[in-house]
C-alpha cells in the first residue's frame, strides 16, 4: 500500500465511506482479522469506534471507551504504535497513533495473525499518519465524525461554543507545540479559545464570556467572530483589542468578555499581548511556576465612563527556548479547585506534551468539582523551543520528546 494508493482510494470513496476503505485495503493487504478507527470525543478522556458506514447508528450516542489507564492511552501519550500480544488469542493487536501536527485525532486498531515485523509497523505507522489527513480532509463533508467526538448530548449553548474552537485543538511546528482544552460547565458559561499559524507569526487567544448557557455562547460568538476578522485583515494586537471592544459594545447589550490575545514572531521570538481584563496567565520556566502580572485593561465591552473605547496596551513577553506558558480562564480558579495547587500541577506535567498537560490539568478540576463545574474550564499551553530549535519528526508527526512506552508484553515496540 503506497500513500499514493491510500490517498486515491479515500478521494474515489464517499466522505462517511473513506476511512472504511483504506481500513478493508489494510485488512486485505496484511491479513488482518479486523481494522477499525476510533475517534477521540470532545474531552480528550474517550474514544469512540467508528465502524463501517452502515453500522454506525447516529441516532443514538456514541458508544464511549474510557482512555484512563488503557493502551488506547498509553498510544495517544506516547505518540508511538504499540503492540500487544495477549496469551488467551492466536491474535496479535496493534494501535497506531493517528495524528497531525500534534492534534489527536484518534486510534487505527489491527488484529493480525502474528507479531508485525519492523517494516509492517512502519507501514502501519505510516497509514495510521495518512489517515489523520484522510479524517481532515473529509469531516467538513459529513456528521458521522463530529458524531463520534459527542459521548453524551451537547445543549444548543454547547454547540455554539465548540464550533467557535479551531479545527484542530493541538499544533506543532518547529519552533512551538501548542494545544488547547475545554471543559464546558453544567450550564455553559462562554469560554472560549483560538489560535492560528501565519507566515511569520503564531497566535493564540482565551476569552471568557459574561453569564452561562445560549446567551454567553452569543457574546462568545460575537467576540471571536471579531478578534478574527480583525486578525485576518492583518490588524495588530491593539487593533483586534479595539475591534473586539466594539464589536462587544455595539451589539453585546451591554455584556462584556474578559480575553487575554497573544502573538510571537517565529523570526526572532518577540513575543507581545494584551490583557483585557483577564486571570494573569503561568509561566514555567527552570523548574520554577510564576505568575505573568501584566497591565490589566478592562474587558471587551465593558462601559465604564472613565474609559474611553478600545484603550489597550500591548505588552512585552521575555519568551525563551524552553519556556511553557499557560493561559487560562477563571474557571480553573473556582471554589471547587481551592485545594489544588496549578503550580505544582504544572511542573508536575512539565514532561508532558502540551496536549497531555493540557487535558491532565482539565482532567484535575473536573475531579475537584466531582464531574460537576459552576463556570467553563479552559486552558492553552504553549512550549516555546526557539528559533531553528525543532522538535518534530514530520514523517511520524509525533513529538521528539515525547518517549516510546513498552508494550504490555514488557517488550518494546519493534516499529518504535
Sequence with gaps: MTLAETLEAAEAAAPVESLDVVARMLKEHLGAASVSFLITDFSGSSVVRLGAAGSVETGEPAARIRLRGTLYDDVIRSQ???VEERGDSELVRVIAPVTNRGDA?????????????AEVM?????????LAYIVIANRSHTDVYQWGRRTKPLSLAAEIQHRLLPASLACEAAQFALAGALEPADHVGGDTFDYVIDRDTVQLSVTDAMGHDVDAALLATLVVGALRRARRAGADLDEQARQADQAMRDHGRSGYVTGQLLRISLLDGRAEFVNAGHPWPLWMRDGQVQ???PEVDLPFGLNVQASPAGTYRVQTLDLRPGDRLVMLTDGMLERNAENLDLSDLILRTRTLHPREAARTLIGAIVDAGNGHLDDDATVMCLDWHGIGNSQRDA???ADLADASLPSR?????PGA
Design 80 to 82: 508511538r504504535p504499540q
Design 105 to 117: 485525532i484518534g486510534l487505527l486498531e489491527l488484529f493480525l495473525p502474528a507479531a508485525p515485523s
Design 122 to 130: 512502519l507501514e502501519i505507522g505510516e497509514t495510521a499518519h495518512a
Design 291 to 293: 505568575e505573568i502580572v
Design 395 to 397: 514523517a511520524t508527526g
Design 409 to 413: 508484553t514488557g517488550r518494546r515496540n
